[in-house]
DNA sequence: CTTTTGTACGACTGAATTGATCGGAGATCA
DNA sequence: TGATCTCCGATCAATTCAGTCGTACAAAAG
């Protein structure tokens, strides 16, 4: 239950390794494209190309064509949220059928609905909660930080 | 996204309405059956009784056959939260699929995985949010106590 | 004690959402 | 100009969910 989709998951992964790859190390920046990331995830390339091409069409990342194409953050990790992600893949977000209802086409409980009020609630602290902790945060706690880099930084991470 | 479906919308209707009618006037008590609530708040019987039926294994509430059955709460309002009904009717809730994985069956993206960390970060944040909210805390803000006492109760609450 | 009514309970079926796939058009770099 | 890569639409299969049917059981009425 509340699980969040499969494209969520894949979005989210993609797009913390496009910020990865920008961010990390300003001199290797790099664009990466959609086969690369689908082989190191192991995700069905034609699904991610799809998340990627939604995500782009709501400007958090841009896309680049032709050859050596591929994606690069659309703006600074730290002003994407993950509710934006969430969002743009998969429709606003709303704990009940009846969140942003106009009047007229209600659910016919409506009236004698008595657990709107205290579901809005709970709906708002979810919202804010995504809408707080931004990519850059999602980049702090993680301890690969590029594919070719791995040698280098060998801290040991959770285990 | 993020929608709880309609068993937990239903569950949740229910309860609130059990709730009402045990506790709102002490004197009143009274049990109330499926065939009243699915009448009163436009849900089909059998699917409504399936839920209760969940909720009453659960031992959230409790049955009681034959005629002038129907269904009790089965602790203190204040002691029934809102995760232990969304789990009960729809098993364990968590954000992604690897939420609560053992070793070996693991998602193939978990070696790799860079979003495991900070979004078990955020399913506990919205665990701890549904696990405070009791049915209790539900009942504050509604305007209909119950179907025949509305006379009786009439305090101005929220408007 | 038997009958009758109304309830809980479990298995089943149809519909909708979602995950995944395929094919073609357009753009860019060598 | 040719080859590579991305973008975009339509399509198919599978899982999940909403809803339905029939049965068994318990309590009240006769």
Known sequence: MLKLSKKADYGLMALQHIAANQYADVARARVVNTKEIAEEYHIPVELLAKVLQTLAKSGIIDSHNGPK????????????????????????????????????????????????????KIQSSIYQLLNNMTLQDMMGGTPLITIQSVATEQQGVER
């Not at 591929?70 to 009940?96: C, F, K, W």
């Open 69 to 120: 194409g591929g994606y690069l953050l659309g703006r600074n990790p730290r002003e994407i949220t993950i509710a934006q992600v969430l969002e743009s893949l998969e429709g606003p977000l709303g704990i009940m059928d009846c969140s942003h209802e106009k009047e007229g086409d209600a659910c016919m409980q409506r009236e004698h609905c008595n657990i709107r009020t205290p579901l809005l």
